[in-house]
């Protein structure tokens, strides 16, 4: 995979939180929460394969693998000497943190999920929705999808929310994007998954359609975590979409 764009951020003497973001979007998705954050932490976020200033995947290469996401991350880490750290994902980024969880729950302080789902949507859609990608490029396509990103009522009370992301999901590279979407599809860590001793907090948004309550309420059992935060009247994205509610969870739930 080509070379991944990785922020970081603050005092490399307090612990370090990474930050996933949602298909479709890009790092930035975590600005109104980082002043925040970074009063206690040292903050990571990168960008996902032809995302934002990350690198498109090769046209050429094979199909992602399951591991193609989290590796990088791991990798990166291992660069920077950081050995463990708290982590919060949204949508995909909260399904590698699923994969952290269950896989590298050594490196992990905590894991915050957000929106997302042991197995989200079904194969057939995802596979469906990379063929349109391809067929009509995501420029034609941000409307639509943006429009399912977010509540009514935050589209109403941020008049410049869909429009600031539509026009970033039309510079995402329409391939990468596409071979996401497969991996997506291919994705279903439902018999993964199981209890941790990890401090795990799971958040959603009342109004998300993409992952709605009932379906993190079932990634919930699946981890045993006893409460599930439902933030009102959002959609599929807290950190834009109230992120002073996002933060305040995040601080409550991560305070020594």
Request: net charge negative; glycine share 8%; with cysteine.
């Amino acid at each position: 995979m080509k070379k991944l764009f990785f922020t970081l951020e603050g005092d490399s003497n307090k612990s370090t939180i990474v930050l996933g973001h949602p298909l479709g979007m890009n790092s930035r998705v975590w600005d109104g929460i980082i002043p925040e954050l970074l009063k206690h932490f040292r903050v990571i976020r990168w960008d996902l394969p032809g995302h934002g200033l990350s690198a498109p995947l090769d046209p050429n290469a094979p199909p992602l693998t399951e591991n193609d996401l989290i590796n990088p991350l791991i990798e990166k880490c291992d660069e920077l000497g950081i050995k463990q750290f708290h982590y919060v994902g949204t949508s995909i980024g909260g399904m590698i943190g699923q994969q952290l969880v269950t896989q590298y729950p050594e490196r992990l302080l905590s894991a915050t999920l957000t929106n997302t789902g042991a197995k989200i949507g079904s194969k057939e859609a995802w596979l469906t929705r990379q063929q349109d990608v391809m067929a009509l490029g995501l420029e034609s396509m941000t409307a639509t999808l943006v429009l399912r990103w977010f509540s009514e009522h935050s589209v109403q009370t941020k008049p410049a929310l869909a429009s600031y992301w539509q026009e970033q999901l039309a510079h995402v590279d329409d391939f990468s994007y596409g071979a996401l979407c497969a991996w997506l599809g291919n994705m279903d860590l439902t018999d993964t998954l199981g209890p941790s001793p990890l401090p795990i907090q799971l958040i959603c948004g009342e109004k998300d359609i993409a992952t709605s309550p009932e379906l993190m309420e079932t990634l919930a059992s699946l981890l045993q975590v006893d409460k599930l935060e439902v933030i009102n009247q959002i959609g599929h994205v807290p950190s834009v979409e109230s992120p002073e509610q996002l933060a305040s969870l995040l601080g409550a739930f991560l305070s020594p």
